[in-house]
Nanobody
Framework: EVQLVESGGGFVQPGGSLTLSCVAS????????MNWFRQAQGKGPEWVSR????????TYAGSVKGRFTISRDNAKNTMYLQMNSLEPEDTAVYYC?????RGQGTQVTVSS
C-alpha cells in the first residue's frame, strides 16, 4: 500500500525554524519527483518545493527560496523540508506529494 505520512508541524514564533518529515511506504521515494505543497486557510494550494528523482535536483517557490531546504534520506525513504526564518505568511497545512499520492498534511502555525 502506498502511503505518505507527514510530521513535524507545530507552533513557532516568527523567525523560528521547523523541520517537516514525509515518510513514504509502498514505493521508493527517490525514484519519483517529490513535492511539498501548502494550503493556508481560505486559500488554494501553493507549491513550495520539489526534489527530482535520481540526482535530486531541487527547486523552490520564490516565496521560500533561501529560507527552506528540501532534502531526502534514501535509506529512510523519507523527505524533509527544513524551514528557517519562518514568517506568519508561512502558516498553512503542509503536504508532501509524489507518485500520484498525497499525505494527510501537517499544520504549521507561525505567530507571536
Amino acid at each position: 500500500e502506498v502511503q505518505l505520512v507527514e510530521s513535524g508541524g507545530g507552533f513557532v514564533q516568527p523567525g523560528g525554524s521547523l523541520t517537516l518529515s514525509c515518510v513514504a511506504s509502498g514505493f521508493t521515494l527517490s525514484a519519483y519527483n517529490m513535492n511539498w505543497f501548502r494550503q493556508a486557510q481560505g486559500k488554494g494550494p501553493e507549491w513550495v518545493s520539489r526534489i527530482y528523482s535520481g540526482a535530486g535536483v531541487r527547486t523552490y517557490a520564490g516565496s521560500v527560496k533561501g529560507r527552506f531546504t528540501i532534502s531526502r534520506d534514501n535509506a529512510k525513504n523519507t523527505m524533509y523540508l527544513q524551514m528557517n526564518s519562518l514568517e506568519p505568511e508561512d502558516t498553512a497545512v503542509y503536504y508532501c506529494s509524489g507518485h500520484g499520492f498525497r499525505g494527510q498534511g501537517t499544520q504549521v502555525t507561525v505567530s507571536s
